[in-house]
Each structure stands twice: as structure tokens, then as C-alpha cells.
């Protein structure tokens, strides 16, 4: 076997290459070592240095986060190892148009900071699912959330992380997938179970910087190594693999030549793969559901020091959305100039020589960049980067997923469970799902497809759109009650699953092979049925709402945007069962119980579960809470912020302008 991969001119029968000897010299491994020795070094600082023993100092950091820090944890939090695989993948595959999907985001921070999570604020809530609580009253509505928010960060959040994660480990390091996933998750819960969301925000903060300047070394090497951007427009549309016929079948030159619009992000709406009206408006729904009401985005949020960090961390994140562009996408594009036969194969039986996968290997082409472009010690800084996007993504994960499960779940089991208890089921809950990932592994690596970036978004377009509905109409109008939204979510949830399910049946098709999917159920667009599983949504929960009773204003102040800033007392719609559970639950426990072993005693004070301080008074409580509830600013930061977003919105317009 070869032990390189040369440009495109790589014989088509060449063995893939011995990439396990790529992380072997003394160079890589120690800068790999010093990243995890950095890493556990800040978690476990950070774990010192803030309060764990509380439920909002373990879910939310004490409230207490500096604008820089939050927004550098929502960037890292967003761009996963997935991101380096599926994006750079797709813009292989067929160019530039798949970076609007991140430069979405830049218009919906904006939305997150100045109309969510002001209301989020003002509701008191710590999770998403209590919001609905608040917002609509019952438990149906918190409990599904819950439930369904769980599951997605297993089924898409947790599984694409390690699939793409999985990649940079089998081809850099030659380790066990089994073995290398479980090193990676139990170092990332080591921390996220110990020390909360503060050790997840600092750990994020020094994995955006790793990740951001490994990402940018290897950027500047790619434009040296293809001659320039010039030099890169023009041999990107010449990247054609060598072998294009072969295993009885006849193969349309669109399968393998690079689409005629692979730098412009408006395409086709009819015949484009992603169609402008769907990338505006279908890819706005899903991302109003990602950036405003997922709980792992707005955890970070409802942190921060005041409204004006809030908003702050909001314009860093959407100025960092920028980068992907220029540090995956265009790399991913440059490694098909680069290595053509292997990236852009299409004749099954060359793809699986390559990259072990009949439906392509455009999932490789970050990876093979890193390994075969980058020097010593900086392909070891490269991998640390991919390593700090996936270890950065499932520690948030962990944390927002033991905060659903905590606060919305187990209350219900446990009506009166102590704040120590609380947190212990927290912690143990991250651990489940750590065990729950690891057992995962090999369904990610069985269903693995030719591109992923699709495969997480076509899975997001059947599922997100209702609840986006929801929120949307919840913060928006007043009018929309239980039963309205409750049915929207469940006529929503069956439409979804047709189409995601006869997906699964019939399969998504190929270039080669087609799909035999009903024109009915397959034939639009993901992202135009997202639009249509939208408005769908949106006829059902305004329908049955003003069929049915509304909900007095008394149990809505500050919790839908007409009556955010009304200061008369609300009347919470459970009020009653929600007194029973909060005196309930005590805040410490006695002395009695906090005593025991050694080992018992070692264990409560690596997890901070010791008692830290003496007990708050009543009136100290009463004002605890209404600083977590205040969303005041001062005048000149609230200007500066403002003309901040301002800027931010010209610069996202431009960039879709020009690149239109």
C-alpha cells in the first residue's frame, strides 16, 4: 500500500493509504498531548472556580458570564467536528451554496438576543420545555419537548459529532473507533459531569481559538498548495475523476462534473440541489428552531451577566459564522482539485477502494487535507482543532441534556427531590447518555451516507418546522393556547414522519441510482417541505386556538412579546403544584446527611457538592431571583450593542450579496 495520497493524477486502482502512520511522529503527538493536558487544565480550573453546588450555578454558570466567553462557547458549540466533515464535504461535492446555512445565523442571533431571550429572561425559565410549561400550562407540552429534544441530540447532535469525529480518529491515529470514542467522551464528561456549564463555556473558549487558528494554517496552505484563488475557481471546475465508467453502469456526466453554479449560493429553484426560496425561507424555520428555542443554544444564553452580554456574545457569534467559508467549505473544495479521484469518485467500486464507502468519499476531503497537506507538529494542531469542534459540541450536549432531563423530567418523578439530589441526577444522567453514545457508534457507522450535511438537514426539515411554529406563535401572539399548540406539534410530528420514513423505506437515491420514493411524498424539495410543514403547523395551532378557549392575560405577563414589559404580578397557570414543588424541595441538605466516608466526602467535593456557604435568607432569595429575571441596560451599552447589530446585519447582507 501507498503511504501518500498524490493530487489528482492518483492512479484510480491505488490502494487507499496507510493514514494510521500519519500521527506517529514526536512532533504531532506532542502537540496532541499538550491540547488535552490545556484542555483539563481549564476544565478542571474552571471547575474550581465556580459555584457547582447550586442548580443554577451547575445549569447556568450562576448567571454570571462574560459576553466573550458566551459567544465564543455559542460558536463552538454550533461548529462541530460535523461541520469540518459534512460542510467541507458538500462544498467537494457541489460548491459554496452550503455556507448560507451558517451565514443564516448571522440574522438569527440577532432574533435570539433581542426578541427570545429577553421573554426566556423575563419568564424565569432554565430550560425550553419549562417555558411551554409557563407559556401554555399542563405537562403535555413540556414533557413531549423534552422527550423529542432528547432524542434529537442523540439521533442528530450526538451521532453526526462522532461519525465525523470518528473519521479524523480512524484516518489520523488508526485506533479502534470503539476505543477512541469512549477516550474522547469520557474526557469531555469528565469535566461536563464535574464542573457544569462554566467548565463547558471556558473549555469552549479554548477550543474556538484552537480550532479557529488550526483552521486558518490549513487554509493558508491549501490556496499555496492549488496557486491562489484565481488559480482555485478556475481548477475546481475542471476537478473530474479520472474513472467514470465501470460496474455495468452508464454514469451522467452531472454526477462528476462540478455543477456550472458552484460559486454562487442562489440557485436553480426548480433543478438547484439547494434552491434559493428553500435556502431563505425553509432554511430560516429550521434555523429559528435551532438559534431561539434549542435548549443547547439558549442555555448559553440565559448565562450571561446581563441583557447587554447576551447580545454582545450574540454579534461575536454571528461575525465568527463568517469563517466556516473560508476555513471548511473552500478547503473542502480545494481537496477535490487536490486528490479528484478519491473525493470526487463516483464508480462504486472506486469509492470503496478510496474510502471504503460505495456512495462517495466527499466525507474525506477535510480529513485528507489535514493529513496530507499539513507539516509535523501542525497536522498534530490540525487534528487537535477537529478534536476541540467534537469534544466542544458534546460537552454542551452533555450539559443542556442533563439540564431537559433534570428539570423537566425528573421533577416529575421526583416532586420532592432536594437540590442535592437535583444535581446528582444531573450528573448521572450525563453518564447514561455517555454510555447511551458510545453504544451508538456502530448504528452512526452502518448509516454513514455519502454527504452528511444533508442527511442533517433533510432529517431537521421533517421534524423542526412545528416547533418552530410553536415558539414563533407563543412569543408572538397571545391568542394561541394549549390545545392549539399541542395539536399543532402532534399534526406536525405524523406529516414529518411520512415523508421521513418513506425516505427511510425507499432510501434518498443517488446520482447513480434514483430513488423509488412516490412523487407525492419524495418529490419536493427538503427544504420546501419545510415550508409547507410550517404553515401547515401554523394553520392548525391558530385554528384549534380560536376554536377553544383563550388564556387570560393574567397568566401571560412576560411571557409573549405584547406583555414582555408588564410589571403587574403574574398568575403562573400550575402556580399551585409549582409552590407545593419548590417548598418542597430544600436548597441543602443538613449536616447529617452531607457526612459519610471518605470516599463519599472525595466525591462530593469533586462534583462541588459540599455545602459552600451558609444558607440565604428569604429577602436574599427574593433578590437572587429578580436579578436572574432582569433584562435592564445600561443606556450606553444598549446603544453600543444596537449599532453593533446594525453592523452585523450589513455585513451579512453584503456577503450574500456578492456571493448571490
Known sequence: MASTLSPSSMAPTEEPPVVSQRIQNAADISVIVIYFIVVLAVGLWSMAKSNRG??????????????????????????????????????????????AILW????????????????????????????????????????????????????IRISSSIFSGAIFIQ?????????????????????????????????????????????????????????GYESFTEKYMNATPSVVEGDNLTISPKCYTPQADSFHIFRDPITGDIPWPGLIFGTTILAIWYWCADQVIVQRCLCGKNMSHVKAACILCGYLNLLPMFFTVI?????????????????????????????????????????????????????????????????????????????????????????????????????????????????????????????ITSFSSYIGPPITAVFVLAILCKRVNEQGAFWGLMVGLVVGLIRMIAEFIYGTGTCLAPSNCPTIICGVHYLYFAIILFFLSIFV?????????????????????????????????????????????????????QSGGCLKRACSLFCGLQ????????????????????????????????????LLLAVAIFAHAYFA
Open 54 to 99: 447550586t442548580v443554577g450555578g451547575f445549569f447556568l454558570a450562576g448567571r454570571d458570564v462574560a459576553w466573550w466567553l458566551m459567544g465564543a462557547s455559542l460558536f463552538a458549540t454550533n461548529i462541530g467536528s460535523n461541520h469540518f466533515v459534512a460542510m467541507a464535504g458538500t462544498g467537494a461535492a457541489s460548491g459554496i451554496a452550503v455556507v
Open 104 to 155: 443564516n445565523a448571522m440574522f438569527m442571533v440577532l432574533l435570539l438576543g433581542w426578541v427570545f431571550v429577553p421573554i426566556y429572561i423575563k419568564a424565569g425559565v432554565m430550560t425550553m420545555p419549562e417555558y411551554l410549561r409557563k407559556r401554555f400550562g399542563g405537562k403535555r407540552l413540556q414533557i413531549y419537548f423534552s422527550v423529542f429534544s432528547l432524542f434529537i441530540m442523540l439521533v
Open 171 to 227: 484516518l489520523a491515529l488508526g485506533l479502534d473507533i470503539n476505543l477512541a470514542v469512549f477516550i474522547l467522551l469520557a474526557t469531555t464528561a469528565l469535566y461536563t459531569v464535574a464542573g457544569g456549564l462554566a467548565s463547558v463555556i471556558y473549555t469552549d473558549t479554548v477550543q474556538t481559538v484552537i480550532m479557529l487558528v488550526g483552521s486558518l494554517i490549513l487554509m493558508g496552505f491549501a490556496f499555496a498548495e492549488v496557486g
Open 331 to 455: 478547503p473542502g473544495m480545494i481537496s477535490r482539485i487536490l486528490y479528484t479521484d478519491m473525493v470526487a469518485c463516483v464508480v462504486p467500486s472506486e469509492c470503496v477502494k478510496h474510502c471504503g464507502t460505495a456512495v462517495g468519499c466527499t466525507n474525506y476531503a477535510y480529513p485528507t487535507l489535514v493529513l496530507e497537506l499539513m507539516p509535523d507538529g501542525l497536522r498534530g494542531l490540525m487534528l487537535s482543532a477537529m478534536l476541540a469542534s467534537l469534544m466542544s459540541t458534546l460537552t454542551s450536549i452533555f450539559n443542556s441534556a442533563s439540564t431537559l432531563f433534570t428539570m423537566d423530567l425528573y421533577t416529575k418523578m421526583r416532586k420532592k427531590a432536594s437540590e442535592r439530589e437535583l444535581l446528582i441526577a444531573g450528573r448521572a444522567f450525563s453518564i447514561v447518555l455517555l454510555i447511551i453514545s458510545i453504544l451508538w457508534v456502530p448504528l452512526v457507522q452502518t448509516s454513514q451516507s455519502g454527504q452528511l450535511f444533508h442527511y
Open 541 to 593: 395551532i391558530l385554528g384549534i386556538s380560536f376554536l377553544t378557549k383563550p388564556i387570560p392575560d393574567v397568566h401571560l405577563y412576560r411571557l409573549c412579546w405584547s406583555l414582555w414589559n408588564n410589571t403587574e404580578e403574574r398568575i403562573d397557570l400550575d402556580a399551585e403544584e409549582e409552590t407545593q414543588e419548590e417548598v418542597s424541595r430544600a436548597p441543602r441538605e443538613d449536616a447529617a446527611e
Open 611 to 646: 455545602d459552600t456557604g451558609p444558607k440565604l435568607s428569604k429577602e436574599e432569595e427574593e433578590a437572587l431571583k429578580e436579578k436572574f429575571s432582569d433584562t435592564s441596560e445600561k443606556p450606553l451599552w444598549r446603544n453600543v450593542v444596537n449599532i453593533n447589530a446594525i
